[in-house]
């Protein structure tokens, strides 16, 4: 079936350094691949997506590439801000599922100045 | 952003007392999706609508049922409300564009706390 499994968190890191979060799927055929953020005390927003392999999804400085050969899309940023602590969610919808979203369980990021 | 809202924002209700949610959308979106969010546990499905009147079930219905009686409403009733459903509930649609396939939007959330 699918799935979706992200890194651990708490994942803490200074102001300006560099952010992987790993993101790896398991699914069937061409799904559609998605980053959502949670700010603390608020709901989800979509950060970024891609719908098929390579695509680059990019917004607000992050960025993710589908990477299907890795089966794999991990979210980066190349300088995190203090306000980029949240909580990350990586997410999958396939073809035929009633556009349900599969969800890793989040990556919580904390920046300090 | 997508229209999206949802009441009340918080409740806190009692043990065995039934509890209405409403997810209320303005733009027409067929699919809507009913979820619950708790430490550890990420994002769950707890039933999700196809178009008036049609819902099914998501991973964990136990003890919710839910109905669709016009495209914009989306209500989520606990039947009788247990403390092991305190929990922060989601609403959101699907928006499909194109090319772009299809994206879920979500409302504020609503905290429900169980006495």
């Known amino acids: 079936g699918n799935s979706v499994t992200q890194m651990e968190g708490p994942v803490t890191l200074s102001e300006e350094a560099f952010l992987t979060i790993n993101c790896t799927y398991t699914?069937?055929?061409?799904?559609?691949l998605f980053w959502y953020v949670q700010y603390p005390g608020e709901g989800l927003q979509l950060l970024l997506k891609?719908?098929?392999a390579d695509d680059k999804g990019s917004n607000k400085g992050f960025e993710a590439t589908y990477r299907k050969e890795t089966t794999s899309f991990h979210l980066e940023k190349g300088s995190v801000q203090v306000s980029d602590s949240a909580v990350y969610f990586c997410?999958?919808?396939?073809?035929?599922?009633?556009?349900?979203?599969?969800w890793g369980l989040g990556t919580s990021l904390a920046v300090n100045p | 952003d997508a229209g999206i809202t949802q009441s009340p924002r918080h409740k806190v209700t009692e043990t065995g007392t039934p509890v209405t949610l409403r997810c209320h959308q303005t733009?027409?979106?067929?699919?809507m999706y009913w979820y619950r969010q708790d430490p550890g546990h990420g994002l769950r499905l707890i039933h999700y609508?196809?178009?008036?009147?049609?819902?099914d079930k998501g991973e964990v219905s136990d003890g919710y049922s839910v109905s669709r009686s016009k495209t914009e409403d989306f209500l989520l009733t606990l039947e009788s409300a247990t403390s092991s459903q305190t929990s922060v509930y989601f609403c959101?649609?699907?928006?499909?564009?194109?090319?772009?396939?299809?994206?879920?939007?979500f409302g504020p959330g609503t905290r429900l706390l169980v006495l």
């Open positions: 733009e027409n979106h067929r699919y």
């Open positions: 959101a649609i699907s928006e499909s564009k194109g090319l772009a396939g299809e994206t879920q939007y």
């Open positions: 609508s196809y178009g008036v009147k049609d819902t």
């Open positions: 891609a719908t098929k």
């Open positions: 997410a999958l919808t396939n073809a035929g599922n009633n556009r349900k979203l599969i």
């Open positions: 699914a069937t055929g061409y799904p559609s």
